[in-house]
Structures are given as C-alpha cells and as structure tokens.
C-alpha cells in the first residue's frame, strides 16, 4: 500500500487519502473493500464534527461539542488474514487497518481516539490512551502502519473480555461529562476465553451512567459471533451490522449507517436508480464521495436542483482518485462538498455509465440547550436553579447550531419533537406514580426549534430535568434521531435566595488574568456561614480558581442578604503543557453550612460563562552533538500568553535513571546554570538535580540554561534523558522536554594522555627526591665546632712540660673560622662529583681536611677540604710521608709518620715504630705532636698540638 494521509483537517482525505491513491496505490481481490473502506471512512471525517455536536450539552460550548471520543477495536486473530477450518480469510488485505488509519487521518485534531489490538491486552500490551489526535496521531499511525503490530494478524485467540475491560479503563480514564463515547468493534469470529457480558461491561462505565456510549458491532458475513457483543450494541442505542467482503455497496452502507448513526445523524447510499437526495437547508455542508468500477475516465459529479429555487453551491473542484492493491482489480472514485440550496438535488456520476454509488453525508453541528425559569411560560421568567414550594416554574428546551443560535424549521422540520425527561422531588427512577422518571413532550413556540413544557405546585426536594430534541431524518420515511442535553437540577424550599446578576461571564481569561464582579445576594434566608464551590470542578481548567469576598472556594464566611460581595476569578501564569481553547459553561455554588438552622438555606448557584485561552510554546526536544572532553550550554525557554512570571522547579533525572546514561556519571554531566552562568551545585558540590525557574511574559524572557560536560574519557554514543519542569502553582500537570546528547568519543591518548603525563611527572619527581635523598645520605659531613674542640694548642711551662696555651681556644677558632668555610666545604664537595653520589653504586663521600699544624704562629697554620674522596684508602695503599695530618667523619684524626714518629718538625709522643720497618697510616686520635727542639721550652712558647682528645 502507499503512504497514508496524516494531515489533521477534516478534508484532507480529499487532498491526501484520494490524491496518494491516484498515485496507483494498490488494491487486489480486496480492492471493493478498501475502497468501501475509504468511503465509510470519508464518511466518519464528515460526520465527526457533529458527533459530540449532536450529543452536547449547554455545560459545553460548540467547540467541546464538536469533541468525541474513538476507540477502535480491530481483531488480529489469524483467521483474519488466512484460512481456518476451511473458511476463506476475512480480511486479507488489511481493509480494517486501512480502514482505521485512514480514519485517524480524517479525524480533526481536537477529537480524541486510540486504537487497541484484540490480542493486545492480553499479551500484556498497555493501551494508548484515549487522547486528543494533536498528542497521539503519530503514536497509533506508527500502531496501524501495515508493518506494524496491528497489522500482522498473528493472534493465536479472539479474546473479547479482556479487550473489553482494558477498553472500558481507557474509556473511564478519559471521562469527561458531557463527552460522547464510541466503541467500533470489528471482528470475524466468536470470542475465545473468559466471555464478555453485558453488564460486567457497562456497570462502572460513567459515560454509559451519563447516556453518552454507543458500541457498535461490526462482523463479517456468514461468520459466527458472539451474541452478548450484539446485545451490549443493542442496549446502548449502537447497532450490531453484518458486512460483505465482497460487494461494495453490501460493505459501503451499513459501515457508512454506524459511523453516521454513533454521531447523531444519518448518511444517505445514491444509485442511478435512486440518485435524489433532500435539499438538507441548514446544513453547513454536505459530502459526496463516489467510487465506481476502472472501466473509463476520471469520475465526475452533476448536482442538479431537482425544481426551481436556490441552488447548491459547490465547493472546490472534486478531489479525484484510483485505488489499487497490487495487481488487483482498479477502482476509481471521487469526493466533492457543496453548500445546500432550498430544494432537493439530483446527483449524477459521469463516467461510470451506471456503475456507480455515491455516499451523501450532510453535516449538521447542533446540540440542546435548557433553561429552568420561574413562573409560567407566558412570563418568560428569569432563569432559576431554586424555587418555593407550591411555586410554576417553565422548561424551555432549544435545539442551537454551533454559533448557539436557536435553529428554525430549515433544520429542524415542523416534524421535530422536543421531550423533557422529569424526576419529581424524592423520585431516583425506582418510585411509583409521579415520583418515576416521566417523558413529558414539550410544546413547540414558532418557526424556531424552541420548546416549552410547564409545571405547577412543585413539591419540596430537587426536581431533575433531561431534555431531548428528536429529528425527522429527510428523506427516510419514519427515520429520527435523538439528541440529549444534561439534566438541570430545580431545587424547591420555602426560603429564596438569589444573586444579582443571575449570570456572571467573565469574558475570556488567559494565563495570569485577574478578574473581578460585584454580586448581590438577596432572598428571606438569614445570615449563616458559607462556602464557595465550583460546580463540575473537573471541567474547570486547574489553574483557575474563584473566590468571593476574598475567600477562596471552600473558605467559609458569613452570607448576609442584601449585601454585595466581589465574585473574582485568578488564572494561574501556567496551564499545562499543551495550548487550548476551551468556552467553558460552570457556575459557582454558595453552599450554607445548615447545623444549626432550622430550615435548610438553598444552595445559590451562579452560572459562570468565561472563554480560556491558554497559549504556550515549548521546545519538542533539545539536542546537542559535542566532542568528548568539550561542553555545550543548552537554553530552554518557554514562551506563551501568560500575564505573570510562570515559575517552576526544574527537575532532571538521577543519572542512573537516564536512558543509557555512562555508567560513570561523571564523565557526562547536566549541570543548571545561574544568572552569571555558573553551575549551580547541592550541598555535596554536586550538579544539583532540582533548581527553580522563573519565565517571565512578553519581552522579558530569560531561558532555563543547562550546560552539557563531558570528560575526555567520555565513551561515545547518543544518550537521552529528560528535564520535567514541575509548577509550582496552577494545574499539576509538569511539562517534559526530551534532552538527547551525541558525544563523539576522543582518541585513547586524549583521555589517558594526561593521567600518563602525570604518572611520568611523578616518577621522575620521585627518582629526583631519591638521588637528592642518595647524595646527601653517602656524604659524611665535619662539624666545625667538632673541629675547634678536638684541637689543643700546647705550650711549655714552668717545669718545662706542654701544657694546654691558655690561649689557645681563640686563635683555633680564628684559624678554623677562616679556613674551614661552606664556600671552602661546598666547592671541595661539588668537585668532588656530587652527581655519583645520587647513584646506586657505593660512591661515598667522606669529607676530609688536611691539616698543616704551624708551631710558630698558630693562627698561619694551613686547612684545606680536600676535593678527592677515598683519600684515607689511597693513603693506606700507599702510606707517604708528608708530615701532613688529616681528619674525615668516618676515620677521625690520621697521618703518616716517617720511622721515628715524626711530622715534620713535631713528634708523634705514643708513636711506635711498626716491626715491618715500613710506613703505615696511624690514628692519631688522642695524640700528642710536640717540638723535640730543646732550645725553644722556654716557658709560654708554643709546645705542640694535642689532636683528637
């Protein structure tokens, strides 16, 4: 098959469904039944702005009215695609899913409708919700495509009950008073499993509580059924239609009748044998949809007045077409609309020769409306909800177009008969006598489709009214159909009380409006404490609410007659997520609080009329593509008619509630952002995942802003999540934006890149403090004041032995200050290759002074560090004299003497000459070096050194 038309007006089936199939779409065997198919489905899209028009109320307006509510129940057993028990296939060219898709695509976007699989709740399959076609069209077009779930016909059963129950959830799901409901249920055989019955289905269904449901059957011919499928069709007023797979005219009418009769109205079937058609005056349009066998050129229509008078006036060309499956048989067909004239038409196919039908579809928006009022009709009383008793009051009952205008006799014909279905006081239809629900007919007033019924010395209690309108279908003799309106309740009591005005209307209330009226509260009752309540609060957008004397509904206060109190009506800034237009007919109720009264005070009830006009745009989606490691900011922003600052609480999942989300939540981060485009964090200094939000009207807007961060390490891919924005105020119902990230993954070396750097880094860091650590840990450093205490300057006294020279301290550590330096020590100990010393050989550093100790002026004595390590183990290997003395950390005080103990010109006192007769190095720790010259112990004069003590 082709594509379908998925546009939402109701004529795009002349554009879209006829316009595709003249693109050969295709058709086989099957070909008559989808283009039957087609017709009857052109013919719902007629019918469908009048289905809820023909069925409102006045607690709607012709808008709401024009509103209903589909569901479609389409068998996909096996035997509907192949042969079973020897039966050929009832539908093997998916006619019923065409059929339904179709529909939907005709359908005006404000109607609501879903479509359930007969197998699918039983196979745990959760049902579409009923919703306007604006919101799910795309979800059931994806439900119905031919490569879809419907489609397959692979159900193993037929199981009718648990379809049913999961349908009557939908339905009670969607309930909205005044609201009509229809069922189409197609299927080709009986019901396997659990068995559907009657009253299971309709008992807790509130649209059948309220007169408002129809369940139509439609079956294919010859094939076995279920018979409590055609009772429920019996007792909600729908029809049980058996239809050929074969003939078009045996399908095309009675699909056509229960699609026209589940709206309210009536279709018509024109041959060349019966092609006259009624002039329907009043009729905002009527339909003509025309198929006929491939045996010529293109259809066309001639509409023809029947006598003189004004003509129709055809609208556009005709909107022609072909129809084939396959290589199946070829048909043609055509669609046209025209506004009708005064007299009848004849309607003529050219083209076809004989060989044709054509289905009429006028389209009528009408919908009943009543008025309770005080006294007898002749007075024309004000509109009440509350008379004494013994007191007349007069229903008038009036059938109104779409505009609400009261039509006359072009539609509704001198036949039309008006019924007000009246409970007296106390009677709930279980009475006997007048206290049972009676059918009283009502008078017609004039060429106006106005109607009057009276009644006198009404008894105390609460007198319900149900009007009705029932309509002569033109052109079928005996035919009617039956138009209801809601009930009005009439409460009756000796004490009055009512309100100046009677009605309120508010105009129309957007977003954020604050309105205001006076109204007076006058009558006999005393002074008691009240409350305000909405009447039928759940047609009553949320985010508006009333209040009365600056009390808010449910508030109590004191209601004093005579006195007048402000009736104001708040419009929240927020709505919902979703724009509408909706003329809403309520009213507000002043409920007394009765203890403590001896007589009951009335309930007043103030009809309330206002128009709501909610505006509001939001992004379908936001989407971003970054590379990993990089960020981007995302700005949401809502914009609308409201009036106020619309403030909510932003709100994003936890990451590990995010649609494929890395699993390491760090590594993609949604962060909100503050004015200064900062990141705004919790308490933990993590992104926050709540954050309130403000948007302000008009010119003024400042987006949500969210930033998107993710890390080198990032995996690449598309995630999705989504951010609900949650108000704070008005209606609960929050708006969710799908977010959806595509990060394109970094190279390995970009996300470990700087984690290996780091590493390196380290490492060397840590061999650079472990050498600097090795140098200084194999260097062996003297401490100066060590040096200075460990030599002692001697000198002869009075007996002519060295003794310690009193003086001697000083000029040691003058002559060790000056030479013994760290500018002296460090450069010794860098030319002695620091750099070694860092390495893991055994280098080691062992600082060593040399001693040239001068017995004549100390302080001249010679100190140098020396710049060669290992110089005690060179020194043992090879002992020379020098008359050197040396000291190091590790070896203390050492020299080498020559063979009598001499250094130089002072003697070694303790020293012993080795037995080897050679050198040697000798620790000279705790050693006297004295002057053997005899001449110079004079007393005072320098002596020697004592070193290493």
Not at 88 to 97: E, F, G, H, N, Q
Not at 214 to 223: D, V
Request: glycine share 8%; with cysteine.
């Amino acid at each position: 098959m082709g594509a379908y038309p998925s546009g939402a007006e109701t004529y795009k089936f002349a554009e879209g469904v006829l316009h595709r199939s003249s693109q050969s779409l295709a058709v086989n065997k099957g070909a008559i039944r989808s283009v039957v198919a087609c017709l009857w489905l052109w013919v719902i899209c007629a019918l469908a702005p009048g289905v809820a028009s023909a069925q409102s109320t006045n607690e709607l307006s012709s808008a709401q009215a024009r509103t209903a509510q589909y569901v479609f129940v389409i068998d996909d057993s096996g035997s509907m695609s192949r042969r079973v028990r020897g039966k050929a296939p009832a539908d093997p060219d998916r006619l019923a899913v065409f059929a339904a898709r179709s529909t939907l695509s005709m359908l005006d976007d404000v109607d609501e409708a879903t479509v359930v699989r007969l197998n699918g709740p039983l196979e745990g399959e959760a049902v579409v919700p009923v919703a306007p076609l604006a919101d799910n069209r795309a979800k059931l077009e994806k439900m119905l495509a031919l490569d879809g779930s419907v489609a397959q016909y692979a159900g193993d059963q037929t199981p009718c009950k648990s379809a049913l129950d999961a349908v009557k959830k939908a339905l009670n799901d969607a309930y909205r008073p005044n609201v009509a409901q229809v069922v189409m249920f197609l299927t080709d055989g009986e019901c396997t499993g659990g068995q559907p019955t009657v009253r299971g289905f309709l008992n807790g269904l509130e649209s059948a509580d309220d007169e408002l449901f129809k369940f139509y059957l439609l079956r294919f011919e010859g094939r076995d059924y279920t018979r409590a499928l055609q009772k429920l069709a019996d007792r909600t007023g729908g029809m049980a239609i058996e239809a050929s797979a074969t003939d078009p005219s045996a399908i095309l009418k009675p699909f056509a009748r229960a699609l026209s009769r589940s709206q309210g109205y009536e279709s018509y079937l024109l041959t060349p044998s019966d092609r006259m058609l009624d002039a329907h005056r009043g009729a905002r349009r009527v339909r003509l949809l025309a198929v006929a066998p491939d045996k010529g050129k293109d259809l066309d229509f001639k509409i023809n007045p029947a006598r003189k008078g004004e003509t129709p006036q055809v609208l556009g060309d005709a909107k022609k077409g072909l129809h084939q499956f396959e290589d199946g048989r070829r048909y043609r067909y055509a669609a046209i609309d025209y506004r009708p004239g005064t007299v009848p038409v004849s309607v003529n196919v050219e083209g076809a020769g004989r060989d044709w039908k054509v289905v009429a579809v006028p389209e009528y928006r009408l919908f009943v409306e009543m008025d309770v009022r005080a006294g007898a009709c002749s007075q024309k009383g004000e509109p009440i909800h509350y008379a004494e008793v013994g007191s007349n009051i007069c229903a008038e009952v009036r059938l109104v177009n779409e505009k609400g205008e009261v039509v006359t006799a072009d539609v509704a014909g001198r036949g039309t008969e008006a019924l007000v279905r009246y409970t007296a006081a106390g009677g709930e239809g279980e009475g006997e006598g007048d206290r049972k629900p009676r059918e009283l007919p009502a008078n017609r007033q004039g060429d106006e489709a106005r109607f009057v019924i009276e009644r006198a010395n009404l008894e105390k209690g609460d007198h319900i009214f149900r009007p009705m309108v029932r309509l002569s279908v033109p052109g079928q003799q005996g035919a009617s159909v039956t138009i209801k309106g809601a009930a009005e309740t009439l409460q009756v009591s000796s004490m009055t009380i009512e309100a100046t005005p009677a009605r309120v209307d508010f105009d129309t209330l957007v977003p954020g409006a604050e309105k205001f009226k006076d109204i007076k509260v006058g009558g006999n009752f005393p002074a008691a404490r009240a409350r305000l309540v909405v009447q039928n609060r759940e047609d009553v957008p949320d985010c508006v609410k009333f209040a009365l004397g600056g009390k808010g509904e449910g508030e109590e206060q004191k209601i004093t007659p005579g006195q007048s109190y402000q009736l104001g009506v708040d419009v929240d800034p927020y709505c919902g997520a979703s724009s509408f237009t909706r003329d809403i007919q309520t009213a507000v109720r002043i409920e007394f609080d009765q203890s403590g009264q001896l007589l009951s005070v009335p309930t007043l009830v103030i009809p309330v009329h206002f128009a709501s006009v909610s505006e509001i745009s939001v992004p379908k989606a936001l989407s971003t593509t970054l590379d990993a490691g990089d960020s981007a900011t995302l700005d949401l922003e809502l914009d609308g008619n409201f009036k106020k600052d619309a403030t909510f609480n932003a709100l994003v999942p936890p990451p590990d509630e995010r649609e494929r989300w890395p699993s390491n939540a760090d590594h993609l981060e949604l962060r909100f952002l503050d004015g200064d485009g900062e990141p705004i964090l919790n308490e933990d200094d993590e992104p926050a995942q709540k954050h309130g939000v403000s948007f302000a009207p008009g010119s003024k807007k400042d987006p949500l802003r969210i930033e998107v961060a993710s890390d080198s390490c990032c995996s690449g891919g598309t995630y999705r999540t989504e951010i609900a924005l949650v108000p704070t105020s008005g209606t609960k119902d929050p708006i969710r934006v799908p977010v959806e990230i595509t990060v394109n993954e970094a190279s390995v070396w970009s996300c470990w890149g700087p984690a290996i750097l780091w590493a390196l880094l380290a490492l060397l860091l840590l061999l650079l403090v472990l050498y600097v650590y090795n140098m200084f840990n194999n260097s062996s450093f003297l401490k100066k004041k060590q040096l200075i205490n460990r030599l002692k300057l001697l000198e002869w006294g009075p007996t002519g032995m060295p003794s310690a020279s009193t003086d001697g301290p000083r000029q040691i550590k003058e002559f060790v200050n000056k030479k013994f330096t760290f500018a002296n020590r460090a450069k010794a100990w860098f030319a002695a290759n620091p750099l070694k010393l860092g390495l893991p050989n055994g280098y080691k550093y062992d600082e060593t002074v040399r001693l040239v100790l001068n017995t004549d002026q100390p302080r001249l004595s010679s100190l140098k560090v020396l710049d060669k390590p290992g110089h005690y183990d060179r020194l043992v290997e090879d002992p020379r004299v020098n008359g050197h003395v040396y000291i190091s950390k590790n070896q203390g005080f050492y020299g080498v003497p020559d063979l009598d103990g001499y250094f130089g010109s002072l003697r070694h006192q303790s020293y012993i000459s080795p037995p080897t007769g050679e050198l040697e190095v000798v620790n000279l720790s705790g050693a006297k070096l004295v002057l053997e010259d005899d001449r110079d112990r004079m007393q005072g004069n320098v002596a020697g050194w004592e070193i290493g003590y």
